[in-house]
T-cell receptor, first 111, second 114 residues
Framework: RKEVEQDPGPFNVPEGATVAFNCTYS??????FFWYRQDCRKEPKLLMS???SGNEDGRFTAQLNRASQYISLLIRDSKLSDSATYLC????????????FGAGTRLAVHP | DTGVSQNPRHKITKRGQNVTFRCDPI?????LYWYRQTLGQGPEFLTY????????KSRLLSDRFSAERPKGSFSTLEIQRTEQGDSAMYLC????????????FGSGTRLTVV
């Protein structure tokens, strides 16, 4: 079983749609959680951290369910510029902040 | 210094040759990471430095791979006797000690072994 698993995608949605990505992780001792965005042939960039209480950043909402070891990302009112691969990322417990990445879910927003 | 810098951006090499990549992290970051990413996959952890000490190496890092961070600043990743399976994007990232805000990645070095 992979340490971080994501919806395989791709997701093809029209502009203005709401889209949700799901992610599960296997290590119950994981401490920190993130969503990264990666554009084609570019490096991953931090989109947002994910907190236990859930958090929102504009059109983006992240949720964490520690009991189910489940993370989600909701994008409202999709824009063409949201087209990218979204990587679910987990920080294993321990001292040194090693991040484990999911394979990513590709989103394509069309006019 | 506005980010993590990696050189070269692209490298094409013949099978069996040695290659070396360089990473210059954000200056105040004491942690440096190397990842490898192939098409359709997320980045896979290779190795990690805190200052000049290499604290973990992945099983993915065969004995043909070596990484150094001699003065706790820039780092190099060398691949000896390259194989076609080494073709990938090699990403370097850095973070501060707490790292609670995640990593900052460089633009990567895309290696093609022909």
């Amino acid at each position: 079983r992979k340490e971080v698993e994501q919806d395989p995608g791709p997701f093809n949605v029209p502009e203005g749609a709401t889209v949700a990505f799901n992610c599960t992780y296997s290590n119950s001792a994981s401490q920190s959680f993130f969503w990264y965005r990666q554009d084609c042939r570019k490096e991953p960039k931090l989109l947002m951290s994910v907190y236990s209480s859930g958090n929102e950043d504009g059109r983006f909402t992240a949720q964490l369910n520690r009991a189910s070891q489940y993370i989600s990302l909701l994008i409202r009112d999709s824009k063409l510029s949201d087209s990218a691969t979204y990587l679910c990322v987990v920080n294993l417990s321990g001292g040194y902040n090693k991040l484990i990445f999911g394979a990513g879910t590709r989103l394509a927003v069309h006019p | 210094d506005t980010g993590v810098s990696q050189n070269p951006r692209h490298k094409i090499t013949k099978r069996g040759q040695n290659v070396t990549f360089r990473c210059d992290p954000i200056s105040e970051h004491n942690r440096l990471y190397w990842y490898r990413q192939t098409l359709g996959q997320g980045p896979e952890f290779l190795t990690y430095f805190q200052n000049e000490a290499q604290l973990e190496k992945s099983r993915l890092l065969s004995d043909r791979f070596s990484a150094e961070r001699p003065k706790g600043s820039f780092s190099t990743l060398e691949i000896q006797r390259t194989e076609q399976g080494d073709s990938a994007m090699y990403l370097c990232a850095s973070s501060s000690t707490t790292g609670v805000y995640g990593y900052t990645f460089g633009s990567g070095t895309r290696l093609t072994v022909v």
